[in-house]
Nanobody, 115 residues
Framework: QVQLVESGGGLVQGGGSLRLSCAAS????????MSWYRQAPGKQRELVAT??????TNYADSVKGRFTISRDGKNAVYLQMSSLNVEDTAVYYC??????????WGQGTQVTVSS
């Protein structure tokens, strides 16, 4: 199992930036892809960005050009968020995919963007 701890959330004004971090521990050797998801009140959890073990990245259309995902090996994954708007307000979750379909989640970190 992989333990994930997110940090870096908070309150920011529209147009501002935040950097989320997610530290991984446990069986990190088994990690394949690392992702960020978010869930706004009353909405389903949605995929924000993914980075694979070879460094390939994928983004939701709503964040392309504004968010950047990166990783430090299998120890941590980051999400640099810029030009934030109120629609980005959500709880952001770190996720890792491991072999055999296993997946682990962090506890989430709140991001609130004020207008």
């Amino acid at each position: 199992q992989v333990q994930l701890v997110e940090s870096g959330g908070g309150l920011v004004q529209g147009g501002g930036s935040l950097r989320l971090s997610c530290a991984a521990s446990g069986t990190i050797w088994d990690i394949r892809a690392m992702s960020w998801y978010r869930q706004a009140p009353g909405k389903q959890r949605e995929l924000v960005a993914t980075i694979t073990s070879d460094g390939s990245t994928n983004y939701a259309d709503s964040v392309k050009g504004r968010f950047t995902i990166s990783r430090d090996g299998k120890n941590a994954v980051y999400l640099q968020m810029s030009s934030l708007n109120v629609e980005d307000t959500a709880v952001y979750y770190c996720n890792v995919d491991r072999r055999f379909g296993r997946s682990d989640w962090g506890q989430g970190t709140q991001v609130t963007v004020s207008s």
